[in-house]
Structure formats: C-alpha cells, structure tokens
C-alpha cells in the first residue's frame, strides 16, 4: 500500500496582508511536502485563509467594504506572494467556502447531538486580536485590562451575551492521557510541557458562538448566533480532505500527519482542536509541530522599530531560493531565530557562492575543459581517497535524511555543507588543474573529477526540496532533462555518469556585493522618524537606582572574581505564584543535580508560570539560600533589567544547550 502523508498550514488571518511568518510557516510546509514526494510518498499539502470573526468585520467596516470584498482582496495577495515563492500547495481553503461552512455545521451537530454542546450566558474579556476569551482581573480604574498573551498586550473588551458553551472541563483527563501516549502528539518538548501545565491548572467549557459578531458560520437551527471564529477556523484541517473532493477520496489522509504552526496559537490546536474532535468521535492529528518566532536584531520585528523584514524587498534583491535556504539553516526549527538582511547576505555569500556554487561551478567547468565535457570513468588510481568520499557521502546522506526526517532542517543542512567542505578538499588536495598537465597523471585526474561530479550529483538530488530552483539550474548544467525532485535520493546511482555529456555551465549564485545591496534596500525601506523609533533594550546588572551608585576604584573585577560565580542552564520543571505577592513566582528547575533546586523569582508581574514550565534559563547555582515570604530560594534566575522600570527580560539560547552546562 502506498504511504500517504498529510500536512497542513495554519489558516492564515486575512486582517493584513502576508508577512515573512506567514511565508516560512508555508516554506517549512513545502519543503516536506516536496522532500515526501521525492521519495515516493502520497502527500497532501494544505494552506488557505481563515476570513471570518468580529475582527475581519470591524477592518472591513474600516475601509467601507463588505467583509467579502474585504476578505477577497487580502487572500488574492496571499495567492500572489505564494505563487511568488513557487509553493506547490495541494489545495488553498477558505473558510468562505461553501464546503467548508457545510462540513463546519456537521461536525457542530456530531458533537451538539453527542450533549457536549449547551446553551448559556457569557460574561468575560475577549481579546479581539487574538479572537479569544482571555481571563484578566478588572482594573481598579475602571479601564480595560490587557490581553495576559506576551505577543499581544492590548487592551480588551468586556463582552456579555448569550453564547453556546463547549464542555470543554470534561476533556481534562482524557487530553492528558492521550498526551501521555502519544508525546509525539506536541513537538517540541517545551511546548508539551507548556500545554500539559496549562491543562492541569484546570480547564473551564470554552464559548462557541457569538450573537453579536454577524460575520461568520451559522450556528445549525440556531441561525442568530455565529459560530465562535476557532471552532469554524481549526475544522478547515478536517473539511478540506472530507468535505470536498469526494470524488478524489481525499477522506484517505485524515487523520493529518503533521500541523504546522507558531507558538501563539499552540493552545488552540494542542487543547480545543483536539477536544472538539474527540467530542466528535473523530481521529486526532498525529502532531502538532509549534515553531518559534523570527526575530531582527535580537529583537521583535516592529514597524515602530524599524527593523521589519520586507517580503517585497526580498523577492526583489534575492532571489526565492535563497530565502528558503536561509530559512531552513539559519532557525533551529521550534526555536526562535533572527533574520537581518545583513546576515542574509553573509550567509548566501559563505554557504551558496562560496560553497555549493564553487563547487559545482569548478568541477563542471574542469571537465568542459580537460574533457571536453564528457564526465570520466573512474580508474583505480586514487581509488583509495576516492572511495573515502563515497563513504563521507554516505554518511551525510543518512544524516541528512534522519534530521529531515525529525524536521531538524538546519542539522541536516550542516551534514550537507561539512561534506561539501570535504569535497573542496579533496580537490584542492589532489589539484586537478596540476595532474591535468601530466599525461601520466591522467587516469587520476578521470577519478578526481568524477568522483567530485558524482557527489555533487547526489547533492542536488538531496538539496531538490530546499533549493527546487538552484538545484533544477545545477541539474541542466550536469546535463539532465526534467528536475532533481523527480529522482528519489534511494535510487541514485552516480557509477553511471561516467560517459555522461555535461551542459553549459555558469554561475549559480553570484556573489553579492555587501554595501551595494545594503544601500539599495536602505533607500527603498521608509525611515523611521527619532522620535518614535524605540531605543534598544539595554541590558544592566542591577535596577538603575542602584547602578547610580558608582564601585570603588576602576569597577572592574578580576577573571578570578568572575570565576566563582558558578553560572548554569537550568530546565523549569513547575511554576507556581507565591500567594498574597504580586511579584513572585516559585519554580523547580532542574541543573543536572540529583534533585531540582527550588528558586524564587521576581518575574510574575511579566511571565505566567504556563510560560516558564518547560523554558530553559540561567541561574546563579552558587549563590547562598535566602527565604522570601517564607519559602527557601536556592539560586537565582538571571535576566536583563530593561528600561526605566527595570522590566525583567530572561537569559536564554537559542540554540539546544544541555541541561546543567556552565557558562564560562
């Protein structure tokens, strides 16, 4: 039987138009989507909009347009920027489609007639920005609280109306039990261990639909009330491959193999997705894959800021190969990772025309020249090198495949690139371009350059899903009809060239020239006004009252001072806030000791304990217990002290550090 795999995207938002998370969330899903199919697997790949909620209906209004004419003219730029970026989706969604509003109802009745829908009164804040009821206490001033979601942060409203309620509290048990057997269900493990905190704390029945938000599904036999934006946006995954194509028995995929999507919306498909299809008696998804968020600079793009990442800018100057490359090497997937044009640059200049590019622009080029084009048999001579190469190309096969595999794209990328620094090697080590001037050295050269061809054969076939232009350029140049992406990397024998007539050869990836492009994007990128551009945030030892306070003689301390403080990666295992204090929260981490140190921090006014279980942070281990409010604190948790207020701001990596290593 044929293996099958489906994934899918988040439905993207249609309040603005397409930004860079949106086009590496869809990157990340094309690249396995393309990588599956190489490899013979049936693979169904999933994108699409999600266009309904009180939001969409407000922005419309906003622009005198109906919610319709609204949500058509931002799913049309979504088309073009994928289309743009060459994503070979299977099927875009949207939540307007009539299939989908028909499924939608279904799988509403299935879990209504199963008694896990009822009807009630709801009183509470809804954050509209993240379309969810948020729990907040009220200000003493009467003014709007903020959303409690550290990426939003707006003021909320107070909404009171009659609501249908999902019995939300009677999957508690029976989520933690399937995430229990089935850890794989919640990639990766710190956001496992966000989710499984988060539903012991308690879960309350979840409101499901509106009568005062008119923009959205029907609620079936109920039609004054529309349906709750997640409910209707989460049922896309399971509408798109049951509710249409029925013809196509697209119903083969569920249930899907992987969701795709970021951090901020882990909840919603880790707690009520799967609720909802439990109610429903419907199969869950195998994973949910939650990544990280791009950062610029260290820092959260911002247009205030200044240091957004500009897609149109990107496809300008750059070509989209690139953009994925450095994507997929650049962020540890699940991790958060920065994006600077400058590092861009750096790093296609390093990777793609220093390294793939030279590699195959050389070796093509020696056997135009010293061959006439015709790549060479191998010979015995230099047999024993040569067959170190086949084996150093095995090897970083089976890596990259294992690390794409588990979705580790950047570690399979670096299998990729240290065995392309061994190939240059060997070139540089047995110099073509010297043997080709000795007849006798002939059968060498022949074993040299097909060697060096044959892996960078195999390479292209590999690099197909990642780079599906550059690597389609490189296969012309070798001489092929069609594209890479079309061999499975299983079937590859690269004994066969010898014989084989090469194409023309020209570069791949030009250098690109630093200053030139820099000062190109810096004319077209609007200048942030002083005024409201936001300064860094700083980081400082100690509160500024304290730091006014100047140190004896120079301030400066010995190497030997800096050495005793024993400074180590701690894994946040619980989280919970001191009672009666606004600013504390107790935690247990664990730094490779035998039992977890209990440390007590003044974080809670700017992180929940959901946000810390499961983080990696920084503690001083050698510092003497102390008591606060009446519990012991064993170390102390290190963070940057920003701006006036001495905001804390928590130590972390961005790269996998294990637990309990020092810092030196």
């Known amino acids: 039987m044929t293996e099958r795999y489906y994934l899918t995207t988040p439905i993207y938002y249609v309040n603005a138009v397409p930004h860079l998370g949106h086009v590496y969330t869809t990157l990340i899903a094309d690249t396995i989507s393309r990588f599956k199919r190489q490899r013979g697997i049936d693979t169904y790949f999933l994108t699409g909009t999600d266009e309904h909620g009180d939001k969409i209906q407000r922005e419309a209004q906003a622009h005198n347009l109906a919610p319709k004419d609204h949500v058509d003219k931002i799913v049309a730029m979504f088309k073009k920027t994928f289309e743009e970026f060459g994503f070979e989706y299977n099927h875009f969604i949207r939540t307007t489609d009539d299939y989908h509003e028909r499924g939608v109802q279904d799988l509403w009745r299935t879990v209504r007639d199963a008694g896990y829908i009822y009807k009630g009164q709801y009183e509470g804040w809804f954050c509209h920005f993240c379309q969810e009821f948020v729990t907040v206490e009220d200000n003493p001033d009467g003014t709007p609280p903020l959303c409690p979601n550290d990426w939003c942060q707006r003021p909320v409203e107070r909404v009171a109306e009659e609501s249908y309620?999902?019995?939300?509290?009677?999957?508690?048990?029976?989520?933690?039990?399937?995430?229990?057997?089935?850890?794989e269900f919640i990639r990766p493990e710190i956001r496992?261990?966000?989710?499984?905190?988060?539903?012991?704390?308690?879960?309350?029945?979840?409101?499901?639909?509106?009568?005062?938000?008119?923009?959205?599904?029907?609620?079936?036999?109920?039609?004054?009330?529309?349906?709750?934006?997640?409910?209707?946006?989460?049922?896309?995954?399971?509408?798109?491959?049951?509710?249409?194509?029925?013809?196509?028995?697209?119903?083969?995929?569920?249930?899907?193999?992987?969701?795709?999507?970021?951090?901020?919306?882990?909840?919603?498909?880790?707690?009520?997705?799967?609720?909802?299809?439990?109610?429903?008696?419907?199969?869950?998804?195998?994973?949910?894959?939650?990544?990280?968020?791009?950062?610029?600079?260290?820092?959260?793009m911002s247009k205030s800021l200044g240091n957004g990442i500009d897609i149109n800018v990107l496809l300008k100057h750059f070509k989209r190969d690139w953009v994925r490359y450095y994507c997929l090497r650049e962020m540890v997937f699940g991790q958060d990772g920065d994006f600077t044009y400058q590092a861009f640059i750096d790093r296609v200049n390093s990777d793609l025309a220093k390294g793939l590019g030279n590699l195959s622009s050389r070796v093509l080029t020696m056997i135009g020249n010293y061959f006439g084009g015709v790549?060479?048999?191998?010979?015995?001579?230099?047999?024993?090198?040569?067959?170190?190469?086949?084996?150093?190309?095995?090897?970083?096969?089976?890596?990259?495949?294992?690390?794409?595999?588990?979705?580790?794209?950047?570690?399979?990328?670096?299998?990729?690139?240290?065995?392309?620094?061994?190939?240059?090697?060997?070139?540089?080590?047995?110099?073509?371009?010297?043997?080709?001037?000795?007849?006798?050295?002939?059968?060498?050269?022949?074993?040299?350059?097909?060697?060096?061809?044959?892996?960078?054969?195999?390479?292209?076939?590999?690099?197909?899903p990642v780079m599906p232009d550059a690597t389609e350029t490189i296969w012309q140049q070798l001489g092929f009809d069609g594209t890479p992406a079309s061999v499975n990397p299983s079937t590859i024998d690269s004994a066969k060239l010898g014989g084989h007539k090469i194409g023309s050869v020209s570069p791949v990836f030009p250098r690109l020239d630093k200053e030139k492009v820099m000062n190109e994007i810096k004319q077209e990128t609007p200048e942030v006004p002083q005024e409201t551009k936001a300064e860094a945030p700083k980081a400082e030892a100690t509160k500024p009252?304290?730091?006014?306070?100047?140190?004896?003689?120079?301030?400066?301390?010995?190497?030997?001072?800096?050495?005793?403080?024993?400074?180590?990666?701690?894994?946040?295992?619980?989280?919970?806030?001191?009672?009666?204090?606004?600013?504390?929260?107790?935690?247990?981490?664990?730094?490779?000791?035998?039992?977890?140190?209990?440390?007590?921090?003044?974080?809670?006014?700017?992180?929940?304990?959901?946000?810390?279980?499961?983080?990696?942070?920084?503690?001083?281990?050698?510092?003497?217990?102390?008591?606060?409010?009446?519990?012991?604190?064993?170390?102390?948790?290190?963070?940057?002290?920003?701006?006036?207020?001495?905001?804390?701001?928590?130590?972390?990596?961005?790269?996998?550090?294990?637990?309990?290593a020092r810092l030196k």
């Not at 977890?596 to 217990?625: C, D, F």
């Open 545 to 660: 009252e304290a730091a006014a306070a100047k140190p004896e003689g120079d301030g400066l301390i010995d190497i030997t001072d800096f050495a005793k403080v024993d400074l180590r990666v701690g894994l946040v295992l619980e989280a919970e806030r001191i009672p009666k204090s606004d600013k504390l929260l107790k935690m247990k981490i664990d730094i490779g000791e035998a039992q977890p140190r209990q440390i007590l921090g003044g974080i809670a006014e700017y992180y929940t304990p959901e946000q810390m279980i499961g983080r990696k942070v920084v503690i001083v281990a050698n510092l003497k217990s102390r008591k606060l409010r009446g519990f012991e604190s064993q170390g102390m948790i290190v963070a940057a002290s920003v701006g006036d207020e001495g905001s804390p701001v928590l130590a972390g990596f961005h790269e996998e550090v294990p637990i309990g």
């Open 165 to 183: 309620f999902f019995k939300l509290s009677e999957f508690q048990d029976k989520l933690l039990e399937h995430y229990e057997k089935h850890p």
């Open 375 to 464: 790549i060479p048999a191998a010979t015995d001579e230099g047999k024993a090198a040569a067959d170190e190469i086949h084996n150093s190309l095995k090897s970083a096969r089976e890596r990259f495949e294992n690390e794409f595999q588990q979705l580790s794209f950047s570690r399979g990328l670096d299998a990729i690139w240290e065995f392309i620094a061994v190939v240059d090697k060997y070139i540089s080590d047995n110099a073509p371009w010297n043997l080709a001037k000795d007849e006798t050295k002939k059968p060498l050269l022949e074993t040299v350059l097909n060697t060096s061809v044959s892996a960078l054969y195999e390479i292209t076939v590999l690099l197909a």
């Open 192 to 300: 496992r261990n966000e989710v499984i905190s988060f539903v012991k704390s308690g879960l309350r029945d979840l409101s499901v639909s509106r009568v005062s938000v008119k923009w959205g599904i029907p609620v079936p036999d109920d039609p004054k009330h529309t349906m709750y934006v997640w409910f209707d946006a989460l049922s896309n995954y399971w509408t798109a491959v049951t509710k249409r194509g029925e013809d196509e028995n697209l119903s083969r995929f569920w249930p899907a193999d992987l969701h795709l999507i970021g951090k901020d919306i882990l909840r919603f498909h880790t707690v009520y997705w799967p609720a909802f299809l439990l109610a429903a008696g419907i199969p869950l998804p195998k994973t949910v894959f939650s990544h990280g968020f791009w950062l610029s600079g260290g820092r959260k």
